[in-house]
């Protein structure tokens, strides 16, 4: 009873508050410059009632599956070479190091030229945000599997393969994950950049169209959208993580 | 070539010395020599740092001496090897497998078929005692079927030697008694070769044909304590109870001289 | 001819690209044409630059730099004449150009046409563009609330900003570019050398097209505005009122590229900084299509 | 000698490796496109020479300061809060999961729109950034402190105010490090984005400059800037993170 | 008002239920009575989840007993107090305070002025041997170092009372029975209450004026057991393997109980 309060009525109260104290402030602008939580929702119902909401929700996240799901299959493989192996990483840990640091936002004339404009640009741009979390946390994973693990795999006479895909893979399992679930964070965080390419759909487009015609109150739907379904993303995520470490007894 | 009974592992000069971060040598274990006869159960006993680890680490290959000679079956050791089975304080079991999927995988390393291993797998479960749990993972069990888990994976691949490195430690003192009854039975049974490493003198006692008193600094022999009891031993009883002295006298030697390090660190 | 040629045109969604309406009013025969909507300029140039758009509506001064780093495109037509206005706060306090005097202007990239208009306009009435004001670079969407909330005392760009400051009375026009420079040229529609090189016919399709749509916004601007929302997306009144208040604030007369308007436009990046060299005029501009149309 | 070889000469080689394909891919473009690393350090000789460079770093490099430390001087202060009082912290957690997702891009209009132009909204936007990050891991770090500490220190009877300053405060600091950490990364990454805002200085500026400029090369120039300061600016947090895991007995 | 002479630590009929995480409740102690003395060295022992901890913690106030009452002075326990302080397992030294400033912290809670305060934890870092380490961070340190360093910190508040959670547990015998000997010389000077938990035998029969032996599900006390020997006690005597069989058979009964519990699960 009491725990429920807690866990479900407060929480909505300070939404309630903050929508409130939005709506208030929203007063002292003009709605073309600070709109109110009411213009927002309003806009929300005129870009559903078009259509072109769902449609671009739709295009988002196909873009960013595909983008999240070519980072994952493009850091994981190299993360476990690179964690395995330690002198290839330290032989090209400094491109990494380097590489990281620059903005996504940064690869925009690049990516154009590489990828032209439309899909791809976009999804690039995803799959940079959302590979180096998976690269760099499967490799520290990699290098983190106790030795203990290790050990009782060359006692028992288990050959390199055998270790690796039935020790070292699931052993840095649970690591991985959290790379995984870092990377929905920033992966998504770089849709709205990602969509600004020449692409003529998706969320961020939205947002940027929205933007380009003063539709403040669009451009706060979108905002608002975004975080939502990263949020949702975020909360399946977690869910699947928190399985996996019951399941593999971390957790627990 | 030669005569005399040759003994199942054979330590001959050995020395095994580490460098340490700052970069100077530091001598673990000294001139070490040891012999240990096939299916003889030997504890290694003696303060923190004494090279207890070290010492039963080389005898399993998993580090190779700096001068000296380590043979199994008249053998240079090299390498792990699945004969040779090393059982951890902290069980080294597969969290993302059960209990029966951590026995069976030393056997599929050995690529023996599924059915057979299976059946292999099974006895070995049952010999210790956890037949009722094959499908549980590790974080469902207690520290005390863990290790018997550990136990039971090492004997599926039937090896001619098992080496403990104080397997019992983390267990609390019930479920350690308990375990090294078992350990005694299944020694019994099967007759490996056990080397277990222990800083708890009643277990070395209670569990060793003879018992290995190390001490630190370098690393080297001490003491060699015959304890020719039968198994198994009450441990209250009073010859249990005149070889506990005469350790605990050995040990209390060797300790002092080990707490002084401790005061000049 | 069997397939049609399928040419990428990118623009912006702004009114002095509303030929692109020719996309959705135009039945092309061998020509598709695919509009491509950018959200600013660099992203516009750069997707022509690398080949991944066919043709693009660029600012003169633009697809002049493009040129003369060798990026192999053409000016087939220009987009409109005329069309942006100096908008300014909604004061008493400036009511002519020497009231900007210790202002802050914005325009939307150093390389636009209203860089060069507001230097223009700046310099014929003696003021100094480095000294005697600020002017700063700007993206055109965050003009309006920068002005709105005193950021800035005004900005010269691309309609429908003017018109919408205007709309939502925290700004008024100073002076439309007309003023300023009578029929001056703006964005310029660019072609990549290779598609008119491969596809004569169907460039010339689309100029004839982009012409026949410029006669219609000329005469039915009513018309017009409500069918850019599809292209576009600005609300058709604001639209309307680009077009018709004045009736040339925006014009879609006389689209024949000319060395005449290129050259002046030249003269005045030179003049002020924004470029080194002169591009060569005879190879960047290709008026035979837009003749031909004519 | 061995580990000299292998931490010094061959990542060494790595990056030579690295520039000399990236010469050789280069040639398939012109230089407009796709810069070699030669047109590369001819800009940045360029740049240097002009003067603009240093400035611009000098800039971006004081933004970046002052808008990590608005992020680590409201974070942390908010997380241990925030980490202490577990209420207050469900009932506003849903609010900052919502806000959390959505892009520092996504909030350029009301950046302009609260802060104006110049130095102000590129502060904000990575002020945005970073603070996320401090904030989360403060909380955690705040949650994470060993029940084992606070009982000792109820036992001798300390009050809440020297639990919270001599206990809590320097119990989460390794967490809140790790989190400072982060934000230095993510805070970095959104510097280019944030000096897009109508900032006249600055290498996010100088990137947006040279790309109206068409000049790629520069802004090639740029990236591998941002790229290197990044890496130097993470480095540095490296080792006085370091520093304090072996003071606190952490990592040694 | 009564006459007889009170007990320093009173339970009657102590009862503490947990609520599980599935909901359902679970009797950790239950109707448990327990007199202890003050001055008195008490030692529980039993297997794991008998409930020691729950007990412990009762006495020192942080838990709270479901029903019937704790008591110490005469007083109702109802939340800790820096007269009866408890030492953990995992020591909980503060890592980022010297050993001087972990033990200075106690009594900077108490406000005691600065001068003072160096002086008293100077000399209880003095009483474990400790003051040639005082400016050494706890990473530093070994196990027993840092359990003295915890203990320092307890004797520097002068309690009347000492709660001890299975303190040396995670220390090698050889320095848990190096402290076994410092805790008694300790106790014999300062004759602080203690109640040390354990479950290890040898050193509840080492340490203990009285050993309470409790019993799991729910967890009560089986018997407790007087050991009247002088301190220090020498562990390989006659008399203490006396004590040590009757404990060992006692405990025997309660571990197969116990076990039994195990295979239940
Ligand atoms: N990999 C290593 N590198 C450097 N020194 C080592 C290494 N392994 C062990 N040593 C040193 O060798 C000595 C013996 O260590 P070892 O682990 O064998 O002791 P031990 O008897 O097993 O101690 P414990 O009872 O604490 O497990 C110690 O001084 C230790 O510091
Ligand atoms: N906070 C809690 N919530 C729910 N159950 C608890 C809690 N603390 C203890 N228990 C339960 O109460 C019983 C007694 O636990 P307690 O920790 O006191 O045992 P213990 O004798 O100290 O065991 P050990 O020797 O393992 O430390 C156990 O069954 C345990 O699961
Ligand atoms: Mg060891
Ligand atoms: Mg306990």
């Known amino acids: ?252 | 070539m030669s005569e005399t009974p040759v003994s199942k592992i054979q330590l001959r000069d050995v020395e095994k010395r580490f460098r340490s971060a700052r970069g100077d040598q530091q001598i673990a274990l000294s001139r070490l020599d040891l012999d240990i006869k096939a299916g003889e159960f030997v504890c290694l006993v003696g303060p923190s740092g004494c090279g207890k680890t070290t010492l039963i680490n080389l005898m399993a290959g998993f580090e190779k001496p700096t001068s000296g000679s380590v043979l199994i079956d008249g053998e240079p050791v090299t390498a792990p090897n699945p004969d040779h089975i090393m059982i951890f304080q902290d069980y080294g079991l597969y969290p993302w497998r059960t209990v029966l999927g951590n026995v069976l995988f030393g056997l599929q390393a050995r690529r023996v078929p599924a059915a057979q291993a299976r059946e292999k797998a099974l006895a070995a479960l049952e010999m210790v005692g956890l037949s009722q749990s094959i499908d549980k993972h590790p974080h469902e069990l207690s520290g005390g079927m863990k290790q018997r888990a550990s136990i039971a994976r090492a004997l599926a691949v039937e090896p001619s030697v098992l080496f403990m490195d104080e397997p019992f430690a983390a267990l609390d003192a019930f479920t350690r008694l308990h375990l090294q009854d078992e350990l005694l039975r299944i020694w019994t049974e099967k007759k490996p070769t056990v080397v277990f490493v222990t800083h708890d003198l009643d277990e070395a006692i209670a569990l060793g044909q003879r018992v290995v008193l190390m001490a630190p600094q370098p690393g080297r022999i001490q003491k060699v304590l015959e304890v020719n009891l039968p198994h198994p031993r009450e441990r209250t009883d009073q010859e249990f109870a005149t070889f506990r002295k005469r350790l605990f006298t050995e040990f209390h030697l060797v300790h002092q001289q080990a707490a002084a390090v401790e005061y000049q660190i | 001819g069997g397939a049609k040629v399928n040419i990428k045109v990118g623009y912006l969604p702004i009114t002095d690209h509303l030929l692109m309406i020719a996309s959705e009013r135009e039945q092309f025969k061998s020509v598709g044409i695919q509009p491509v909507k950018f959200s600013s300029w660099p992203e516009i140039s750069e997707a022509l630059k690398v080949g991944a758009i066919d043709a693009a509506f660029l600012l003169t001064p633009i697809g002049l730099t493009l040129r003369q780093k060798g990026v192999p495109v053409k000016v087939v037509l220009l987009g409109h004449r005329n069309g942006s206005a100096i908008t300014v706060k909604n004061s008493s306090e400036i009511n002519r150009i020497e009231d900007l005097k210790g202002k802050t202007i914005a325009v939307p990239s150093p390389f636009s046409t209203h860089n060069l208009l507001l230097r223009k306009v700046l310099t014929e009435r003696h003021l100094d563009p480095n000294k005697d004001l600020k002017i700063i670079d700007m993206a055109p969407p965050e003009m309006v609330n920068a002005l709105a909330t005193g950021r800035i005392e005004g900005y010269i760009v691309a309609e429908p900003f003017g018109a919408q400051a205007e709309a939502q009375k925290v700004g008024k026009v100073l002076m439309l570019s007309k003023d300023i420079w009578h029929d001056h040229i703006c964005c310029v529609l660019n072609v990549r050398e290779s598609v008119i090189a491969k596809y004569p016919e169907a460039v010339q399709e689309m100029v004839a097209g982009f012409l026949r749509t410029a006669s219609f916004i000329e005469t039915s601007p009513v018309l017009a505005a409500k069918g850019s929302t599809k292209v576009l997306g600005q609300r058709p009144e604001i639209v309307e009122r680009v077009l018709t208040s004045p009736r040339d604030r925006l014009s879609f007369q006389n689209l024949v590229p000319n060395k005449k308007d290129f050259a002046a436009t030249q003269d005045y990046m030179i003049k002020f900084g924004v470029a080194k060299q002169k591009t060569d005029l005879a190879g960047y501009l290709d008026d035979r299509f837009a003749r031909k149309a004519v």
């Open chain 1, 1 to 252: 009873m009491r725990s429920w309060l807690e866990n479900y009525v407060v929480p909505l109260l300070t939404v309630v508050a903050f929508v409130l104290i939005w709506q208030i402030a929203a007063r002292r602008y003009p709605p073309e410059q600070f709109p109110a939580p009411s213009d927002v929702v309003l806009a929300i119902k005129e870009l559903s009632d078009n259509g072109v909401l769902w449609t671009n929700i739709g295009i988002s996240l196909a873009r960013f599956a595909a983008a999240y799901l070519m980072a994952v299959v493009a850091g994981i493989p190299l993360g476990l070479f690179l964690g395995r192996f330690t002198r290839c990483h330290r032989a090209i840990d400094p491109l990494i190091q380097v590489l990281r640091p620059i903005s996504p936002i940064a690869w925009f004339p690049l990516a154009v030229l590489w990828f032209g404009i439309g899909n791809a640009p976009a999804v690039f741009i995803i799959f940079l945000a959302a590979f180096y979390p998976v690269l760099l946390t499967t490799i520290s994973a990699v290098r983190g599997v106790p030795a203990v693990y290790l050990k009782v795999s060359t006692n028992f006479g288990a050959g390199a393969f055998l270790t690796f895909v039935r020790v070292i893979v699931p052993a840095a399992f649970p690591g991985i994950m959290v790379g995984l679930h870092i990377a929905v964070g920033t992966g998504w965080i770089h849709l709205v950049a990602g969509e600004m390419l020449g692409a003529q759909s998706g969320l961020g487009f939205m947002i940027v169209d929205a933007r380009n015609f003063l539709r403040t109150d669009q451009v706060m739907a979108g905002m608002l959208l975004v975080g939502l379904l990263g949020l949702a993303i975020y909360k399946a995520m977690k869910t699947f993580e928190k399985a996996i470490g019951r399941r593999w007894g971390v957790a627990a």
